[in-house]
């Protein structure tokens, strides 16, 4: 779905648009640099690759060399990026025209982290120490609560059963933009709210996280530093236990809410205690290019419109409401059936047809999955058509102007409006003529000028 | 007549169905076309869990290797390298039946066209040929020929079916064809047969007489049901007769004659055949193909005897009619000279004191636990040469797909001791 | 061939002269009685144009007109329609044969040259083997195969398929009925019309004896079907009462007599030491057909007038029977009356050498006894596999990759130094291990200088232009075995339009390259025009005096 | 649905199954230690996996006496792909414990046989059988999977003796669609290794000096395939693919061929020297042509 790589992007863009020397101080962190490689392009990768160990400025007509007619375009992009980054500083040569070469911090840093890898700020809790890790399948479990509780919150906040230790105050942060606080009739999920959350689980995170740091200033954090610390945290080892007092304050409280958020699981030790990141954390780098953790599809469309979802979560059921009608739910199992009524208020709420859509591929039962089409081709049709039903009328702005002095004034005005493409309707009969109300000023200057 | 027969698989309920059609939905039709419940069985529990297929996919292959090389029993035989084959399709009336879905006709198209493209990737230096029955009268679809797509267009292009169909006729044509073939050439036929019957001009059985005097192996796989004179012919010619019960069964039947069967020894006529190693023309370099007779840059070979322009191989020179190929052409039927022998299965009871504990538990070739559920080994199976230990999926592919051992590969074997292994 | 006792009139008016008409290969001849008369006379069958008779029932005598293709007409007077028609049906025959063969006449009349003097033939084969067989461009065999190759095709393209029975049966034909008017329409092909006659010789014959002496064709298959149709409907006693008042009619219902016949002499020839005798179990002739109609519907069983019952089954194995025996002539079905002769004389021979047969279907028995055999008891006959002696591929392929082996092969030192090797491979892992990898890595001058070079030869290879496209295109003409051993007519038609295909080359080609290749086409062109040059003035050579010319020189100059 | 798949998984993710040559025969007698060697080859993959968090890494062994996987990127402790990266250390050092005591088997291999003629090669067919089978179980496990792709690091000369092993390796890669890339380091050039790549539509390159392996390797062979689709890599240098004939091991491009057991001769036998077979047949058969030429001419 298009939301969900915008989002990602614009996590880049945010790094990018950090200051020069902030980037450098990012770049000064070994995992920082790692991070942003994988983010890059596969043909910036490969640049960067190439570069490694080339101190003096390389042309860019040799770069190009390597690229096929049909990649120029990503070639472009690859070259913008980079630069973007700051990790290609771009020098122009008599010779041979535009050079260039590797951010030395960013250059430095790579080399080490390839020939002798990056070493983390804090060892893993060595295992013969007596507490028990919980086991990986316990830690995603747990994170995916711990998500799905926060999104119910941030959905219905309405009825405030306190699921997370999220302050409220964050919490609006985070709703900002997703729900819309009217009063009186309790907060309604925005359309923005409502394909929030159709997204898949790493989009989500990414917004959220985005939001966090966004606001990092008026928590008076630094941004940066934020930022260097996810990346560094989406370097531990999912289920290694990392003792706190190896965190600066700052990060310790930013940890609290990630725990809350489900990034980490903080377990108290004996003396000290511990935070073990989840997948959720270590995939923060992940969904900085394309997201690959899914979770198995449980949804099974029919061709008769009828949905059955293999679902326990209160979540899911709640995302499903969005656009279909509940009709029962047993313990593992919800049916529901998608009607004209369920996906009108679905279109009412701005969701579209496509997000609905793809929502069902994505999350499609495996078993229907390897079958093609995974949903029916007369449900998705169905559904698009009904989406197309609500577009009969639209309204345009306009302007009906009416007794005209004569017929040619009528005329002219009609082909003027022509001209200006602003015609909508004409009555030659009556001399009645109604205009886009883009073009009324253009309109109106022309009437005076006849007028005279 | 062939349009009432049953067939095995419950076709009969289906009509029944079919009956009421119009009054059940289209998601409903959906579900009784695809029986999906039959992929379905119930566990101790009385839980419904999905067949799992694996194992018995293995099983079947495995009885079908164990054929195999029961046929070969422990020496060398030659197979049929050099192979001039035609394929038979009976468009007759027969073939309009749908109980193949869509139809008979369709299905064979299909999987022909799948089988002519295996059957030249394993047997680069083949011929294959197009017959059709029609009206009772045989037509020649394409004549022998090494490139799959022209044979594939010629049969797409004629996919309808009328009237009887005729053995004889078809058995005639493709003898008078076969008769031209130089004498190494291994003569087949391969027949897809779905009439129940055939109307001939003349007797069959000399036709017959005739295809065994002049060595055609001639198989037939049936669509419909087992008939005698099918049978008759393929017990005569030394080839195979079969008789599909589903699309899956046809599938495999068809496939079954892409690898060189074994030569038959009064059949096989050992020979040196002429063949020429063109070199690929220079990269850009401009030249008139004999083959398209249109002009080509760049890629092509030049046929070393009457150096005429070719745009693939491997292939027979238009002009002066040698066969061009290139040596990876040959290797490539190397493996059909030295097949490796099956694998034998490894006893899974034997836990306690299992030979598995040394040799570590994973399979070999691709390094996947061999520990079944709970931790005690699961299926596998072991090479009797180098001893060593592979799961079901690398067994399969190291027979179907890469034809040698990684076991014996990665051990170096002094040729003294690898004599003595023979 | 056939003869007849004909008059030979040059026009109506001649009052003729007898004569012997004779029909031969590919004329006809007429050879008057008395041998003074000049009126002999020898029309070739490709000329006549068309031929023209008198209908029976006219008062006019038997009477065949055939005109030719320079228009003169020749009329013979036969001594009955039974010959004019036998004679009749023979020469459209022959013109039919005449017309199929016209389109390859080209060719004929090389061959026919080439007949002429198989010595010459003989003599070009000489020359064509010394040429590649002997120059080793060619061994024996490949020659030959080639040669029989072509030969081959011909004969592919002549043999003809015929069609065997249809398996569905003749009397499965419904009737087509139009709903407001209570008449029934047949259609009738030529096809059931040969299968009717086939199954049913009565039906044959009566149709040889009616047509056309008593009636014309159409009202005896009105006849025919007409019959059919009562009997469809079962209703046994109008059949009766039709059968009663027209004989030809009831031929058509009555059991088949021959068929009757035929199988008395079956019966006769089986072994007498058989034991037919069947017991009440094997009875089944007391349930009419097993209670089965043809259209399915329950037999209503009527015991009298049974006589014009036929029964499924007789007829089901009469069907069988004649698809088995399969088509044995071949006429063109077109003709009725000669289809039905022609059945009519296979029986004939078949009866009259039946002794003869006999050994041949004893044969054809043992072999169906043969087939019989119940599975399990026939030998498995599988064949003996033909066992492959090689040796194994590690040292068999030794010799395959001829270019590497001459790598030195260390045995001898590698006794020694190999331990040491290993030695020195465990040291630098070790180093490794404790040093961790050498940094840096890679001096950056050499990265350069390897990025650089790599870049070189990409632009390199980006930009390789064509070497020399104009490879000699005389090499490329066809000259070669093929060729040779090909017609000369089949390498003109080949050349001539190898040199259409040039043309279409040129405009198929894009512009800028269009030059270049007009450059390589030029050549070849030439040389064709050169080949049909020389073609066309051994062809006029050959035709002057008899085909002496050969085709291997016109392909020589090519 | 494969289509959404492919979509949400990035399109760079590749298996990298590295074939490395450890032939003790080979290093012995190089200017270039196998330490220099191996650091790059170390440093190499590590840039592999730092391209995507999801890329794996598969190493085997390719020795003298025998092959073994002494690397899989996926296997490393806790499972996931995010540890081989935590500490150097745990690639390297797995690795080159794996390696080591592999050596130490091999030798004790060479130990326990008598020795014989034979070439210095490796058992390449050995190791490349074993990849296609690993990364056959790649292709198993679902339609989510990396692009696998196999990189050959050879030293040591071709062993004839694994002709067709080689072969039938090649043809299954291609036949899977993996390409074998090959970067030959050795001193004359490997027909197998050229032939391997050019039939499965690797790249093969022998790159000239050996200190700047690690540039070669991160420019030319670190590049997954879906930017291959549009990126030009060096082109590979016409493969001759002339037949040596079996009699006197010269290339030739007309020979004979045996219709039993396909090996090559340069001139006509009376009986195949290979399998022993005899060619009696084809005179007899040129004799009936003649005959029945005599009488076929006429008619024709």
Redesign the interface.
């Known amino acids: 779905m298009p939301q969900v790589k915008i989002i990602a992007k614009n996590f880049m863009d945010m790094v990018a648009s950090l200051t020069a020397i902030k980037l450098d101080k990012l770049y000064n962190n070994v995992f920082i640099c790692e991070a942003i490689l994988r983010s890059l392009p596969p043909l910036a990768k490969k640049y960067v690759l190439q570069l490694l160990f080339i101190d003096d400025p390389v042309p860019c007509t040799r770069i190009e060399e390597w690229v096929l007619p049909d990649g120029l375009s990503k070639h472009r992009v690859a070259i913008d990026r980079l630069i973007q980054l700051r990790i290609f500083t771009e020098t122009v040569d008599r010779r041979e025209g535009t050079c260039f070469s590797l951010n030395p911090t960013f250059q430095n840093n790579l080399q080490k982290h390839i020939i002798s890898g990056g070493v983390l700020p804090r060892e893993p809790m060595n295992s013969s120490n007596g507490i028990k890790l919980p086991s990986l399948q316990e830690l995603e479990t747990y994170a995916l609560q711990q998500w799905e509780c926060f999104l119910l919150q941030l959905i219905n906040s309405g009825q405030g059963e306190k699921l997370t230790g999220i302050s409220s105050s964050m919490m609006k942060v985070f709703q900002r933009g997703l729900l819309s606080q009217r009063d009186r009739d309790g907060p309604r999920l925005t359309e923005s709210g409502f394909q929030f959350l159709l997204m898949d689980t790493n989009a989500q995170l990414w917004y959220i996280i985005r939001e966090y740091i966004s606001n990092a200033e008026e928590r008076d954090v630094d941004p940066a530093d934020l930022i260097s610390f996810l990346l560094e945290l989406s370097f531990h080892v999912t289920g290694e236990a990392y003792n706190l007092n190896t965190l600066t304050d700052v990060q310790r409280t930013t940890l609290k809410d990630l725990a809350d958020l489900g990034l980490v699981k903080l377990q108290q030790g004996r003396k000290d205690s511990w935070f073990i990141p989840t997948k959720l954390a270590t995939n923060l780098s992940v969904s900085l290019a394309d997201s690959s953790v899914r979770k198995e599809g449980y949804v099974m469309m029919e061709t008769n419109f009828r949905m059955y979802a293999y679902s326990t979560s209160k979540l899911q059921c709640e995302i499903l409401r969005l656009f279909a009608r509940i009709e029962y739910q047993l313990p593992n199992l919800i049916a529901c059936a998608v009607t004209k009524e369920s996906l009108y208020n679905a279109f009412d709420n701005g969701i579209t047809s496509d997000q609905i859509i793809t929502f069902l591929q994505q999350n499609s039962h495996p078993r229907c999955a390897d079958r093609v089409p995974s949903i029916p081709e007369n449900v998705t049709d169905q559904i698009r058509l009904w989406e197309s039903d609500l577009k009969r009328i639209e309204m345009t702005q306009a302007h009906f102007y009416d007794e005209f002095p004569s017929k040619d004034v009528f005329e002219g005005a009609c082909n003027f409006a022509r001209q200006w493409g602003g015609l909508l309707w004409e009555d030659s009969k009556r001399m009645r003529l109604v205009v886009k109300s883009e073009v009324h000023n253009q309109m109106r200057e022309y009437l005076h000028t006849q007028g005279n | ?1 062939s349009n009432q027969r049953k067939r095995p698989n419950g076709e009969r309920e289906e009509d029944d169905e079919e009956d009421d059609a119009e009054g059940i ?3 409903e039709r ?1 579900y009784v076309d695809d029986r999906s419940w039959e992929a379905l069985q119930e566990d101790e529990s009385g839980l419904l869990r999905p067949i799992d297929t694996s194992a018995i996919y293995h099983a079947q292959y495995r009885r079908r290797l164990r054929m195999l090389s029961a ?2 029993a422990g ?5 049929g ?2 192979r001039y084959l035609y394929i038979v399709i009976d468009f007759s009336r027969a073939a309009a039946e749908t109980d193949f879905r869509p139809s008979r006709m369709a299905i064979m198209a299909k999987h022909v066209e799948a089988f002519i493209r295996e059957f030249f ?1 394993q047997n680069p230096l083949s011929q294959i040929g197009l017959v059709s029955i029609k ?4 037509h020649t679809l394409t004549d022998l020929g090494g490139s799959p797509e022209s044979h594939i267009q010629a049969l797409m292009g004629k996919l309808e079916a009328a009237g ?1 169909s ?1 053995l ?2 078809a058995l ?2 493709v003898h ?2 076969l ?2 073939i ?4 291994h003569r087949e036929v391969l027949i897809l047969y779905s009439a129940l ?7 069959i ?1 000399e036709t017959i007489q005739k295809c065994k005097k002049s060595r055609l192996r001639c198989s037939v796989i049936g669509l419909s049901a087992e008939m ?1 004179i099918c049978k ?1 012919l393929c ?1 005569e010619t ?1 080839g195979l007769y079969s008789v599909a019960v589903d699309e899956v069964h046809l599938k495999d039947l068809l496939l079954e004659h892409a690898p060189p069967p ?19 023309a ?7 193909c ?1 083959c398209h ?3 080509k ?2 890629a092509g070979y030049t046929c ?6 070719v745009c693939e191989l491997p292939t027979e020179c238009t ?4 066969t061009l190929v ?3 052409h ?6 059909h ?2 097949p490796i022998a099956p694998f034998d299965e490894v006893p899974t009871l034997t836990s306690a004191n299992d030979p598995r504990r040394k040799l570590g538990k994973s ?6 636990s061999l520990l079944g559920a709970g931790n005690k080994p699961g299926p596998c199976v072991t090479c009797r040469k180098c001893k060593h230990y592979f799961c079901l ?2 067994d399969i ?2 027979h179907e ?6 076991g014996c ?4 074997r ?3 001791v ?2 003595m292994e ?1 | 061939m056939s003869d007849w006792q004909v008059k030979y009139k040059s026009s109506l008016k001649d009052r003729g002269t007898e004569g012997i008409l004779k029909l031969r290969e590919g004329m006809l001849l007429f050879v008057p009685n008395d041998p003074t008369s000049d009126s002999k006379l020898k029309v070739l069958t490709p000329n006549i144009k068309s031929q023209k008779y008198t209908k029976e029932g006219s008062k006019k005598p038997a009477w065949l007109n055939l005109s030719n293709k320079q228009g003169d007409s020749h009329i013979f007077e036969f001594q009955n329609y039974q010959d004019m028609h036998a004679c009749r049906a023979l020469i459209t025959k022959a013109l039919a044969k005449c017309e199929e063969e016209q389109p390859k006449k080209p060719a004929a009349v090389l061959t026919s040259a080439e007949q002429l003097s198989i010595a010459d033939l003989e003599l070009r084969f000489k020359r064509l083997h010394k040429e590649f067989v002997e120059t080793k461009v060619l061994t024996e065999d490949e020659f030959w195969a080639t040669r029989k190759k072509l030969l081959g095709k011909d004969s592919i393209r002549k043999s003809k398929q015929q069609v065997g029975l249809k398996s569905m049966m003749v009397s499965g034909i419904k009737p087509s009925t139009d709903g407001r008017t209570n008449r029934v329409t047949f259609n009738l092909t030529s096809e059931i019309i040969f299968q009717i006659f086939a199954e049913k010789p009565a039906v044959r014959q009566a149709f040889i004896n009616y047509v056309p002496s008593k009636m014309t064709e159409k009202d005896f298959w009105t006849k025919y079907f007409r019959a059919e149709y009562l009997y469809s409907t079962k209703n046994t006693a109008v059949a009766a009462a039709e059968a009663a008042e027209d004989e030809e009619l009831a031929v058509f219902l009555k059991p088949d007599e021959i068929l009757a016949q035929e199988a008395r002499q079956k019966i006769r020839r089986v072994d007498p030491t058989l034991d037919m005798e069947a017991d009440q179990g094997d009875d089944y002739t007391h349930l009419m057909d097993h209670g089965i109609q043809r259209d399915g519907t329950m037999d209503v069983v009527e015991p009298q007038n049974g006589q014009f019952r036929r029964s499924l089954l007789q007829d089901l194995n009469r069907h069988a029977a004649v698809v088995l025996e399969g088509r044995n002539i071949d006429v063109d079905s077109e003709n009725t009356r000669s289809v039905a002769e022609a059945l009519a004389r296979v029986k004939q021979v078949s009866k009259a050498d039946g002794e003869t047969t006999k050994d041949a279907n004893q044969e054809r028995l043992a072999r169906m006894s043969r087939l019989a055999e119940m599975e399990d008891l026939q030998a498995p006959q599988n064949f003996p596999l033909a066992p492959l002696s090689i040796k194994d591929p590690r040292d068999y392929f030794e010799s395959q990759q001829g270019n590497v082996v001459n790598e030195p092969r260390g045995a001898g030192t590698l006794k020694r130094n190999v331990h040491e090797a290993y030695g020195s491979l465990k040291e630098s892992i070790l180093e490794i291990r404790t040093k961790g990898l050498r940094d840096p890595l890679i001096k950056p001058e050499v990265a350069f200088e390897v990025f650089r070079s790599l870049t070189q030869t990409i632009s390199t290879a980006k930009n390789i232009i064509g070497k020399n496209p104009r490879e000699s295109f005389l090499d490329r003409l066809p000259k070669s075995t093929r060729d040779e051993v090909l017609h000369v007519g089949k390498l003109k038609d080949a050349m001539s339009n190898s040199y259409s295909q040039l043309e279409a080359m040129k405009e198929s080609v894009q512009s800028e390259l269009r030059h270049q290749l007009s450059l390589l086409v030029r050549p070849m062109q030439q040389a064709l025009d050169a080949a049909f040059q020389h073609y066309d003035a051994d062809l006029q050579r050959r035709t002057a005096k008899s085909a002496r010319g050969s085709a291997g020189e016109a392909n020589g100059s090519v | 649905m494969a289509t959404v798949a492919s979509k949400l998984y990035s399109d760079d993710v590749s298996l990298l199954v590295l074939l490395l040559d450890t032939n003790p025969l080979f290093w012995s007698n190089r200017s270039t230690t196998f330490s220099q060697f191996l650091s790059h080859v170390l440093a190499f993959l590590n840039a592999v996996l730092g391209l995507n968090q999801l890329n794996r890494v598969v190493v085997i062994a390719t020795g003298y006496c025998s092959c073994d996987y002494i690397y899989d990127s996926s296997l490393t402790l806790s499972g996931n792909s995010e540890s081989g990266r935590t500490g150097m250390p745990a690639l390297f050092g797995s690795l080159l414990e794996k390696l080591e005591d592999f050596i130490d088997k091999d030798e004790e291999l060479i130990k326990e046989q008598e020795h014989d003629e034979r070439i210095a090669s490796s058992l390449l067919s050995g190791s490349l059988s074993m990849a296609l089978c690993y990364i056959q179980r790649i292709f198993r496990s679902g339609h989510l999977h990396p692009q696998p792709r196999i990189l050959c690091l050879q030293g040591s000369p071709d062993g004839p003796e694994q002709y067709v092993a080689v072969m039938n390796s090649i043809f299954s890669a291609q036949r899977l669609m993996v390409p074998i890339d090959s970067c030959y380091i050795g001193t004359q050039n490997s027909a197998f290794l050229q032939q391997a790549s050019y039939i499965t539509g690797g790249v093969h390159h022998a790159p000239k000096q050996l200190d700047g392996l690690f540039q070669f390797l991160t420019t030319i062979f670190a590049t997954d395939l879906h930017t291959r689709s549009f990126v030009q890599l060096p082109k590979p240098v016409g493969v001759d693919f002339r037949a040596s004939c079996f009699c006197h091991k010269k290339t030739i491009d007309m020979g004979y061929v045996c219709s039993v057991c396909l090996s090559i001769f340069c001139e006509h036998h009376k009986k195949c020297s290979t399998c022993g077979s005899v060619f009696g047949q084809s005179k007899l058969d040129g004799a009936s042509t003649v005959s029945d030429k005599k009488r076929k001419a006429p008619d024709s």
């Open positions: 007549m939905g289209q998601w959906a046929a070969a020496t060398r035989i030659q197979k390298l050099i990737d009206n009772g009268i045989a009887d005729s004889q006729n005639e044509l008078e064809h008769n031209q130089p004498s190494y050439g019957s055939t109307s001939d001009p003349g007797d059985m005698f008759h017990q030394g074994p030569a038959i020894a009064e059949f096989a006529i050992s020979n040196l055949i002429k063949m020429g190693f063109p070199q690929r220079a990269e850009g370099s401009m030249a008139i004999s007779k249109e002009v840059i760049g070393p005897r009457c150096k005429a322009r002009i002066c009619g040698l290139s040596s990876p040959l290797a490539r039927s190397y493996h000279l030295f399979c070999f070739g691709c390094q996947q999926d690398c592919y190291i797909s890469l034809h040698n051992c990684p590969e990665s051990i170096h002094p040729k003294s690898s004599l023979e």
